[in-house]
């Protein structure tokens, strides 16, 4: 089964090494750059208007067309934001 970690892991974390996105660092964590402006956290459980991540993976998101993700993988990433972004 591919996992959020794994696509997270292939897709983002590739750039986004020096602290790389997990469950602890994304959920209820504050944005910190201009790519989150409208957004104060970068992931809100079951909130995808209000997750920063979300914004950037949507169609149209400035790290969709940098990461390459295909539309499987952000469905996989939706559903599971929209399922309470649980640790697992
Ligand atoms: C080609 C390199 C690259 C890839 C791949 C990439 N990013 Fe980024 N991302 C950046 C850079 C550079 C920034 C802005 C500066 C920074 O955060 O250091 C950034 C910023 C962000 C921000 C804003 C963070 C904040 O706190 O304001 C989010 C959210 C984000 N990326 C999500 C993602 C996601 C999700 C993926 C995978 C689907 C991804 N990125 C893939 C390079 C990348």
């Known amino acids: 089964m591919v996992t959020v970690q794994s696509i997270l892991d292939s897709r983002c ?9 997990n469950h602890a660092s994304m959920v209820g964590v504050n944005a910190t750059t201009g790519y989150c402006s409208g957004h104060s956290k970068l992931l809100v459980p079951g909130d995808l208007d209000s997750s920063c991540i979300w914004d950037q993976i949507d169609v149209g998101g400035t790290m969709r067309s940098w990461s390459g993700i295909t539309s499987g993988e952000v469905d996989t990433i939706r559903q599971w934001i929209l399922e309470g972004a649980k640790d697992n």
Do not use: L
């Open 13 to 21: 974390n590739t750039c986004h090494w020096k602290s790389p996105f």
